[in-house]
């Protein structure tokens, strides 16, 4: 199995300006990230930004780093340019990583590439959890996905899906947001324009769907903490890194 991973890692926050680089233990949130990236079995990884703040940093701490345009709408679009700028075969896998996961554990980042390796009818893969508070289903906040027998993508919601899902019934999904993409999907997705569904979700994934790409989603082989958002979940990333926990 081969594949690379790219972080993207944007400057701006609304909630958490410059958080790619906010400190946590001593060493900037996306130098956590990137080693955690290093950890799997990546023939590379490599940071992608548009700040030179953020380039500097991660230079600083011996990273690979792509600089990209300043007009992307999303990551995805980042992580495009930087297969382009890397000139990567439509075969390639890429991984995204996203730079405010610090505690992402390696093992999930090769299971994500290694399904969409084994899942040739599929141009994206995805991975979930089971959701398991009643309060977290009902929260647009929380993004829910359904699939088939064979773990390929029906539809992905911030609303309830199934209807009457239950934290009792283990029968709710919470979509976690790391992908494996093929970078033909990549090269072709940047050219679609936003679906109906994806801009009235807010959910990028939705545009894949709409063109016909099968998505395949697979129960996460190890829990992922939740990644950083907001100064809540930064004070309790710092409290478990500074605790030694992994």
Not at 4 to 10: F, G, L, N, T, Y
Not at 77 to 84: G, M, N, T
Not at 169 to 188: D, S
Request: glycine content about 4%; hydrophobic content about 40%; some cysteine.
């Amino acid at each position: 199995m081969s594949f690379s991973v790219v972080i993207p890692a944007r400057y701006a926050s609304s909630r958490l300006p410059g958080k790619p680089l906010l400190d946590i233990a001593g060493k900037p949130m996306l130098q956590h990230t990137y080693e955690r990236a290093l950890q799997s079995k990546a023939k590379s990884v490599t940071i992608a930004t548009d700040d030179q703040r953020i380039k500097d940093v991660a230079e600083s701490f011996g990273a690979n780093v792509c600089m990209t345009s300043d007009q992307h709408i999303s990551g995805t679009d980042r992580i495009q340019e930087v297969c382009a700028t890397l000139e990567l075969d439509d075969s390639d896998i890429i991984v995204n990583v996203q730079a405010d996961e610090p505690l992402i554990p390696p093992s999930v980042i090769d299971q994500v590439a290694e399904n969409l390796v084994s899942q040739q009818q599929a141009g994206i893969a995805t991975l979930c959890e089971v959701i398991c508070s009643q309060d977290e289903i009902a929260d647009p906040s929380s993004v829910k996905v359904v699939f088939d027998q064979q773990g390929l993508a029906l539809y992905f919601s911030r609303a309830t899906i199934p209807w009457q899902g239950s934290a009792s019934a283990k029968n709710c999904y919470r979509h976690i947001g790391i992908y494996a993409y093929r970078v033909a999907i990549l090269n072709q997705f940047i050219q679609w324009p936003a679906s109906a569904l994806e801009i009235q979700e807010k959910l990028e994934q939705l545009r894949a769907l709409d063109n016909g790409v099968r998505i395949h989603v697979a129960l996460s082989a190890e829990n992922i903490p939740p990644g950083v958002d907001t100064e809540k979940d930064l004070a309790q990333v710092r409290t478990h890194i500074q605790s030694g926990q992994t």
